[in-house]
Each structure stands twice: as C-alpha cells, then as structure tokens.
C-alpha cells in the first residue's frame, strides 16, 4: 500500500513512511495511491468475528512487507480494548456506534492504531516525538494512546483555556512520556504551529518528529476499519444496497469511508451530513471552494469552514468527478431538524442519540425522500450522548447517565509549560526531554 502527496505525483511512499513522515517533505498531503481489492478477505466474515480478529486479519494484507501476521495481532490487540457496536433500528436504518473508547468519541479509533503502529515502526535506538494540538478530549485520547509507549513523547498542544482530563502521572516530569503544553492563543495557532514544524525539516530531523492529528494518514486507515466491520456485521440482512450517513466536519470519516468503498465493501454511496456551515455546499455541486464564515451551532464538531482533510477530499474529485457525485450525497441540516432526528430515534426506538449522530440520521432521511430509493443506511455516531448531555437532556426530557469514565474526563489538571507559538520556545520547553 503506497501513498502519494496531494502536491506531487511523483514521489511514493510506504505506510510506514507516510506515518512517521506526517506530512510530505513536498508539502501537501499523504493520500492513498494503490489499493487492493480486500473482498476476499472480509466477505467470508461473519456477525461472530470481532473487531480486532478484523483488524488482525486485514492490516497484514494491506501492509504486506510491513507488519505480518504475528506483529498486526500485537498491534490490534494494544490499540484496541474496544470496538464499534451495531445496533439496527429497522429494515432501512442502523446505528454503528463509535464512542465506547476512553473519551467517548470515534476519533479514539484512529489515535489508539497510530500509537500502537508509531510504537512499532519507530526507531528503536532514539525516541520520537510525536507532536499533536488539541481540544476537548482530543488531548485525552492521544495521551492515554501514547501512555508508556516505548522510545516516544508525546507533546500535546492546547489553546489558551482548562486542561481537562489528563493523568499528572503520565507527564514526563514524573517520569512518564506525555508533555502537555498551553500555548498562548487559539487552537488555529496551535495548528499552525505543528504545520509550520512539519515543514521545517531541520527541527523534524533533529527530534525525529510526527504527528497525532488528522493530517497524519495513519488516523484514516484505523477508520477505514469501522466500516468493514459494520458491513460483516449487517450484510445477512440486507435486501438492497448499503449506504453510510457520516456526520461531516473536517471530512476524515468519509475519506476513510471512500478508501473502504475502495478495498470493496459494496456500499452505493455515502450521505455527507453536514450542518448550517455546510462548508462544501459549493464544491460538491462542481463550483470552487470558498471558505465560509463559521456559524455557532447545536453540533458544534462540525462547525468548520476549512476542512482539514480538503485536499484529500479534492483528489478523489479531481480522478473521478462523475463517479463520486454519484457516490457522495451531501445533505445540511439545521439545528431545529437536528433536535427533531434526536426526539424521533428517542420515541422510534428508545435510543439517545449525540446532535452530531443526529444531523447523520437526519441527513439520510433526507437524503431518501429526495432520491425516492429504498436502501439501507448505517448511521455513524460518533460521540457518546453524555457528551452533551445537558443538550440531550432539554431536548428529550430526559436524564443521561454518564458513564464514569467519561465524568473523569472533567478534572482539572495544568500544563507543564506555557508558551507563545513560535518553534523556539517550543523547542525550549522540550528540548531536555530528547
């Protein structure tokens, strides 16, 4: 499996390389350049085989000459203690649940499989530092991924504002690998910076340097995953085509969703739910992107205007337009229609549903009545209800229990340094530690 930069079509690089390069010396982003049809290898697997049977079975082949049989098991099995969950509603729709890691959101998926493949591919006489901006519970995940992982440090980024969640024993002044850093501005600042260290190739050479984040092409093929498991886990009962409906921010699940339909899952296309900021109303209707002015919304993970994963996004368009306006189908849902999807799951079938899953299922309702066809949809969840509960609870009337793991995630915690965004005060703080 090789992959290429969105900027060049010249230069190939192994998965491998592509996850400890993060981002392409030529600039850019990684994509994928040769896919193998994998039918043969999950069509025979049943509702009984388990996610990280899966991922144990699968990676070898689509990493041939990087991990075998023996070390793709070793990875699956530190990567994942959880997995997806399906749970149909009907004969036309179905729930693929992606919140059961340890913050509660799908990007556990993708975050807990690079730290495991980081820690294998690595170098093994030096340490890496595997470099991340967050927000939220993102810095959670990623420093319960990389908690002990062995030759790495994990230096986590945050904008201006509380630290939640973090394990002051992880923390490398305590003799653990994770180095928790405010910096003094937005979370935008704090990704600028990482892109601005990425392409500086002196610093990255020196502290032997990736990232955790989005742009790093290691976080979509964990996700990949998700479907195959969905469609093994659905397929004796379809009877008719399968789509997905995936809620869409800064648009990695439905990459990851394409690169599937890629491998050969049989899926007839894929609803991309967005909301009011709607941020490829024009794109996808074949006009150039404009970057539109944020709006505040009920679903507040898909309040972007510049997607991160654009230019992934614009590679599939730019080999095939026509096959993917046939295969993706955006949808955008407002606020009062997402409180409307949560309220009909809820009465429907006594389910709870986070606003993000519940513009998805929105979106496919929608999405049919235009199209006026009978398929099946999987709708992805990707947030565990409890994350906002105080928004599930108005709308449904109801109380939602929050799982204890997800109530730890408030404790306060500080940083070990704060510092403004520049590469030299970065490496000032961080320097000691390599």
């Not at 990255?204 to 995953?225: D, E, H, K, M, S």
């Not at 944020?294 to 654009?310: E, K, M, Q, W």
Request: with cysteine; hydrophobic share 45%; proline share 5%.
């Amino acid at each position: 499996m090789l992959f290429r930069s969105t900027q060049s079509n010249t230069t190939r690089v192994s998965y491998k390389e592509a996850i400890l390069n993060g981002l392409p010396p030529e600039g850019g982003l990684y994509v994928l350049d040769s896919v193998m049809d994998m039918r043969q290898f999950f069509l025979y697997m049943d509702s009984e085989t388990t996610f990280q049977e899966l991922v144990s079975a699968i990676s070898p082949v689509l990493l041939q000459g990087e991990l075998n049989p023996l070390t793709a098991a070793v990875v699956a099995g530190n990567a994942f203690d959880f997995e997806p969950e399906l749970q149909q509603l009907d004969e036309h729709y179905s729930i693929l649940n992606l919140y059961n890691g340890p913050t509660g959101v799908f990007k556990d998926f993708g975050i807990a499989y690079i730290a495991a493949l980081v820690e294998e591919f690595a170098p093994h006489d030096k340490k890496t530092m595997v470099l991340s901006a967050a927000r939220g519970d993102t810095g959670v995940s990623i420093a319960r991924a990389f908690d002990k992982k062995k030759n790495t440090i994990s230096v986590i980024l945050y904008p201006s504002g509380t630290i939640h969640g973090l394990d002051e024993a992880a923390f490398v002044e305590h003799g653990g690998n994770i180095i928790p850093i405010q910096i003094d501005g937005t979370f935008d600042d704090c990704q600028r910076l990482i892109t601005e260290i990425m392409k500086d190739r002196d610093f990255v050479g020196r502290y032997n340097t990736t990232t955790a984040n989005a742009i790093n092409v290691g976080r979509l093929l964990p996700q990949t995953f998700y479907y195959l498991y969905a469609f093994i886990k659905v397929k004796k009962r379809l009877s008719g085509d399968l789509r997905f409906s995936v809620p869409c921010g800064n648009f990695g699940s439905l990459i990851a969703g394409l690169y599937a339909w890629k491998f050969g899952v049989p899926v007839s296309g894929f609803v991309a739910a967005m909301n009011a900021n709607n941020a490829f109303a024009n794109f996808f209707s074949g006009k150039t992107f404009t970057p539109k002015q944020r709006i505040a919304t009920i679903s507040p993970a898909l309040d972007v205007c510049f997607p991160s994963n654009y230019e992934r996004l614009a590679s599939f368009y730019d080999e095939a337009p026509l096959v993917m306006r046939n295969m993706v189908f955006p949808q955008s849902i407002d606020d009062e229609a997402t409180r409307n999807a949560m309220k009909e799951v809820w009465m429907k079938y006594n389910i709870m549903l986070d606003p993000h899953a519940a513009v998805a299922f929105a979106a496919a309702k929608k999405s049919a009545e235009i199209k006026g066809e009978e398929y099946h949809t999987v709708v992805l969840a990707t947030a565990h209800p409890a994350k906002y509960a105080a928004l599930v609870s108005e709308t449904l009337g109801e109380t939602v229990a929050i799982p204890e793991k997800l109530a730890l995630l408030k404790k306060e915690c500080e940083p070990t340094a704060c510092i403004p965004p520049h590469i030299d005060t970065l490496e000032s703080a961080i320097a000691s530690c390599f």
